[in-house]
């Protein structure tokens, strides 16, 4: 088992780039999340998803954060147009129901 | 869910136990005590969860008391890659699903 895999690792983009992180989750999770972390703000979640359905958005900070699961397999969370204030590291991480989440490694964004 | 509290630091001598508690004192019957810890540059990683009865596993021990308005974690011989964040989280069974996470403990073992 490869565990929740996130990419890229590391992000360096420019001030109004479109962003696009990406997560794998482990097979048979039926639970996807995305978090966020930041010195200031700690670990804030963002949106959950079950069987790719998207069940809770209300942590998404604003209209220019959007996130898919276009299938069990594969998520994605896109910044569009992205700001410095959105850098940050961010999670993904899945679950098999109301059992313990398994984290990805994380994506280090930073916007220039 | 309900709300915890844990100290913002703690530190433990190499080889001994590390005790780090938590107070959840507005938690329900129905709500779970989770476990995770954070070592540096990495994803949160679980570590156990309990609702009433006291619970061991491979990586630590849980302690929960009686009235279940508190809770110990207990990391029997703690080692130098114990050094993480270790965050407590109240999380009902039903319903949400999400886990949300506070500040947490910042636990460094010195050697």
């Known amino acids: 088992d490869a565990g929740v895999i996130q990419s890229p690792r590391h992000e360096v983009t420019e001030m109004g780039q479109e962003v696009t992180l990406r997560c794998k989750p482990i097979s048979g999770h039926d639970y996807l999340f995305w978090y966020r972390q930041t010195m200031m703000r700690g670990l804030e979640l963002l949106i959950y998803f079950n069987n790719n359905v998207p069940i809770d958005d209300s942590g998404m900070p604003e209209d220019r954060f959007s996130a898919k699961m276009p299938n069990a397999s594969f998520s994605t969370l896109k910044i569009q147009p992205s700001e410095p204030r959105d850098s940050a590291v961010y999670f993904c991480?899945?679950?098999?129901?109301?059992?313990?989440?398994?984290f990805g490694s994380g994506t280090r964004l930073t916007v220039v | 869910d309900a709300k915890t509290t844990q100290p913002p630091s703690m530190d433990c001598a190499e080889g001994r136990a590390a005790n780090l508690p938590c107070n959840h004192s507005t938690i329900s019957g129905n709500e779970y005590v989770y476990w995770y810890r954070q070592i540096h540059s990495q994803g949160p990683q679980y570590i156990i969860h309990?609702?009433?009865n006291n619970e061991t596993n491979e990586m630590a021990s849980l302690i929960i008391t009686e009235d279940r308005k508190s809770s110990t974690l207990i990391l029997p011989h703690a080692t130098l890659r114990d050094t993480a964040v270790y965050y407590c989280?109240?999380?009902?069974?039903?319903?949400?699903?999400?886990?949300?996470f506070g500040q947490g403990t910042r636990l460094t073992i010195n050697p």
């Open positions: 991480a899945s679950s098999p129901g109301q059992r313990s989440y398994t």
């Open positions: 989280i109240v999380r009902g069974i039903q319903g949400a699903q999400k886990l949300v």
């Open positions: 309990g609702l009433k």
